[in-house]
């Protein structure tokens, strides 16, 4: 059974700084890897989708990087903004199209 | 064009009574995903339809849950006898067919049962 899980739970850093979130997972077999952003009461926004082909995908000021052979996927965050705080989800789509969710790194961005 | 929508946004019900929750997804997105997200914890799979059969339904915790997607868009999940435990938010999501494709989740609708 696929697992997923995300260090640290909560983070919090200056505004400017550049930042990384973690996710593990403990089967390679994967089609993509996904993150997400969501905000407090909210549902959640695609940030970037990683094909199981790809080693990495950016976007803006984020940059996501997967390594299937160690089962571990980060997020990367340049010259973070206060905008920026929210919580960070990854999800795994593996051997079916369900996605399974980490429990997310919570990021606050201080001014 | 809009993204997927979900009403009602909040449902406050009580114990033993039943719940009716709509998912509209993204027009020309024939995959349509349930899930459904605890405080603190990422959104668990519930149910997965393509088109209007469901194709996995192996999440979904006991048969007092039940979901159908007649005409292949909007999708109802329906919970019967509802209890404490059920209180959650339900995201549905969707994409396009096939693997690989990405998944655009609406706002969730937030069931509290009293």
């Known amino acids: 059974k696929q697992e997923v899980t995300q260090i640290p739970a909560a983070l919090s850093v200056p505004e400017g700084e550049n930042l990384v979130l973690n996710c593990s997972f403990t089967d390679s077999a994967i089609y993509n890897l996904q993150w997400f952003r969501q905000d407090p009461g909210k549902g959640l926004t695609s940030l970037l989708l990683?094909?199981?082909?790809?080693r990495e995908q950016t976007s803006g000021r984020l940059n996501a990087s997967l390594d299937k052979s160690s089962g571990r996927s980060t997020l990367y965050i340049a010259a973070s903004q206060p905008g920026d705080s929210a919580t960070y989800l990854c999800?795994?789509?593996?051997?079916?199209?369900?996605?399974?969710f980490g429990k997310g790194t919570k990021l606050t961005v201080n001014p | 064009g809009a993204g997927v929508s979900q009403t009602p946004s909040n449902k406050v019900t009580e114990k033993g009574k039943y719940v009716e929750l709509r998912c509209d997804p993204i027009s020309g997105h024939t995959a349509l995903y349930w899930y459904r997200q605890s405080l603190g914890q990422g959104p668990e799979f519930l149910i997965y339809f393509q088109g209007t059969g469901a194709a996995d339904d192996s999440g979904l915790p006991n048969d007092r849950f039940f979901a159908v997607r007649p005409e292949g868009s909007v999708s109802t999940l329906k919970i019967q006898r509802t209890e404490r435990g059920d209180s959650a938010v339900y995201l549905c999501a969707s994409s396009f067919a096939g693997w690989n494709n990405e998944q655009f989740f609406g706002p969730g609708t937030r069931l509290t049962v009293l």
């Open positions: 990683i094909q199981s082909s790809q």
């Open positions: 999800a795994l789509q593996g051997g079916s199209e369900k996605l399974v």
